[in-house]
């Protein structure tokens, strides 16, 4: 079993910055690929990030591209999300989720086999 914590989420204006964490225990969080989903009220939950086990390759959806960084610490068991130059239709309950799988960058989400609980990011224009 793995339990994610998230936490940084809140409210921000247009233009600001906000970074996401998310706390992993359980198991060995270096074997784990990690990634950040998203979803809007009435909509979909959808694929923002993705990181591999060794933090050595990354993947973004076509959105957050150059205004969004994932990255991790194995040390500290954490993911990061690290969110510059938010804009209003970033608003969405944000989640972390692990994938036990070898290959990483997966974008849907039922190829992840843990997830935490959220966090709520509203941006106001």
């Known amino acids: 079993q793995v339990q994610l914590v998230e936490s940084g989420g809140g409210p921000v204006q247009a233009g600001g910055s906000l970074r996401l964490s998310c706390a992993a225990s359980g198991r060995t969080f270096s074997n784990l690929n990690m990634g950040w989903f998203r979803q809007a009220p009435g909509k979909e939950r959808e694929f923002v990030a993705a990181?591999?086990?060794?933090?050595?390759?990354?993947y973004y959806t076509d959105s957050v591209k150059g205004r969004f960084t994932i990255s991790r610490d194995n040390a500290k068991n954490t993911v990061y999300l690290q969110m510059n130059s938010l804009k209003p239709e970033d608003t969405a309950v944000y989640y972390c989720?692990?994938?036990?799988?070898?290959?990483?960058?997966?974008?849907?989400?039922?190829?992840?086999?843990?997830w935490g609980q959220g966090t709520q990011v509203t941006v106001s224009s």
């Open positions: 990181i591999n086990w060794s933090g050595s390759r990354t």
């Open positions: 989720a692990a994938d036990q799988t070898i290959v990483a960058g997966a974008r849907r989400p039922n190829e992840y086999d843990y």
